[in-house]
């Protein structure tokens, strides 16, 4: 493995598939470990996320060697290309990965990097778990309700990328085709058009729906929620629910049932340790993430779905600043927050770092160290507990230390060589 345009470290061994079916990982104790620290704010709380994964991997007797890769305005500034091949390479061979958000143009110029880089390693499950953190503030009366793991499908959808732009002759051809030779000629408007296309497979629904079932399974979660829009996008949203419940009864045996099942033969009472499977259209499912919040454990979704829904469920829980999240696929991790590039805060060392630190706790439990991952949670809730905190939730506390994002993580640090 030679790469041009990355920075290979002098120490480590680079993690390897120890069972292809599983994706079990062979994880050496000093593990080389890509990172991008991202666009914006990705220079502040990529360095401070590094830092507290240091210190977790040292306080429990192993350490990262850490692989700086560049895509986004890094590469552009370094290497004169968005994404450089040696970075999407240098992740599909060290298979766990952690990144920072990456900036995308509105309307005109280049497609998203993080869609491509999700697309081009075939990271089909972005996961987004959403869990209250004492003494984060919340907008909501009871945010402990919360705890819930979104499985967001990532390769398809209005996300795929596959549109074309009005005024153009690809999407002239694209409406004489849909109108003319598919039938549809009175649904599009006369005028300027922007067309897209909304791809969703038997193939990428069963997939993911499977990688949240299994969850669910492994994690003793009881339901597993198909969430869509299929009242009104039939063949498509609709298709996926009805692929969610073909996975649900016919791969699972016994440990799995439908929502139908469990009324039809189990009187509304499913047995001990089964799963049972439900659906949602999604715009009730917003509603009922704030009116009956505890019912939901693990969400099945399509892209668009599931990016709107685990923003907003990440406001129940503290807001952008604290929300983690993974992109997962063929054995391969790439930890990323959920927020964006914030670019006005860019550089201010303002920001939180609890959303990449907590992305990170992710990769880390993706590693097989629990305890590090979970020394990562307790010295991040209880610097915040004792109202240690970045602006954002200072904003909305009483009284409480305001820090900058850098100190905010040698708290964090801090707090790990106390409690290791
Ligand atoms: P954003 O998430 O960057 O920021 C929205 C607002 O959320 C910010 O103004 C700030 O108030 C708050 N916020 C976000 N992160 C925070 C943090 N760590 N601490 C405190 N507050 C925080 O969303 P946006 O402004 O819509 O997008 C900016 C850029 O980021 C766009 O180019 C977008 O395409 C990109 N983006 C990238 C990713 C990714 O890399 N995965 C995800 C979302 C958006």
């Not at 440990?255 to 259209?281: S, Y």
């Not at 305890?371 to 200072?394: F, M, N, P, R």
Request: hydrophobic share 35%.
């Amino acid at each position: 493995m030679s790469y041009e345009k990355v920075e290979v470290p002098e120490d480590g061994e680079p993690i390897t598939l120890a069972d292809e079916e599983t994706g079990a990982l062979d994880v050496p104790e000093t593990p080389i470990i890509p990172i991008i620290h991202g666009d914006g704010i990705g220079t502040d709380v990529g360095p401070a996320a590094q830092k507290v994964l240091d210190a977790a991997a040292e306080a429990t007797g192993r350490s990262i060697a850490w692989m700086r890769l560049y895509a986004g305005a890094s590469a552009r500034e370094k290497y004169d290309e968005n994404l450089p091949d040696d970075t999407v390479q240098a992740i599909r061979n060290h298979r766990v990965a952690i990144k920072g958000p990456l900036t995308t143009p509105v309307g005109a110029g280049f497609r998203s990097l993080n869609v491509a880089l999700r697309q081009k390693l075939d990271l089909y499950a972005n996961v987004r778990p959403t869990y209250h953190l004492d003494g984060v503030p919340s907008p909501v009366t009871d945010p402990g309700q919360m705890d819930m793991i979104t499985f967001r499908e990532n390769t398809e959808d209005v996300y795929a990328g596959i549109e074309w732009e009005a005024e153009t002759e690809e999407v002239e051809q694209v409406r004489a085709f849909v109108e003319d030779e598919m039938g549809f000629d009175e649904k599009i408007h006369d005028g300027p058009v922007g067309i897209g296309i909304k791809p969703i497979s038997e193939f990428g629904s069963k997939r993911l729906i499977r990688e949240a079932i299994n969850y669910a399974i492994n994690n003793d979660r009881d339901t597993v929620t198909l969430v869509h829009k299929g009242n009104i996008m039939k063949f498509t949203e609709g298709a996926f629910r009805d692929w969610g419940y073909e996975v649900a009864e016919e791969e699972y045996g016994d440990d799995v049932i439908t929502e139908d099942q469990l009324w039809d033969e189990h009187d509304g009472e499913a047995p001990e340790g089964t799963v049972v499977v439900n659906d949602r259209i999604a715009d009730n499912m917003l509603q009922q993430l704030l009116t009956r919040t505890g019912e939901y454990e693990v969400i099945a979704t399509m892209n668009l779905n599931g990016d709107y829904m685990s923003d907003a469920a990440g406001a129940q829980i503290g807001g952008l600043g604290i929300a983690p999240g993974g992109n997962f696929g063929h054995g391969r991790c790439l930890a990323e927050p959920v927020h964006g590039s914030a670019p006005k805060y860019a550089g201010e060392d303002k920001v939180n770092p609890t959303a990449m630190i907590l992305s990170g706790r992710i990769m880390l439990e993706y590693l097989g160290w629990q305890d590090a991952a979970a020394l990562v949670k307790d010295a991040v809730e209880d610097t915040i507990s004792s109202g240690t905190v970045t602006y954002d939730l200072h904003r909305q506390i009483e009284g409480g230390t305001r820090v900058a994002t850098s100190e905010f993580a040698e708290r964090v640090v801090e707090r790990i060589h106390e409690l290791a």
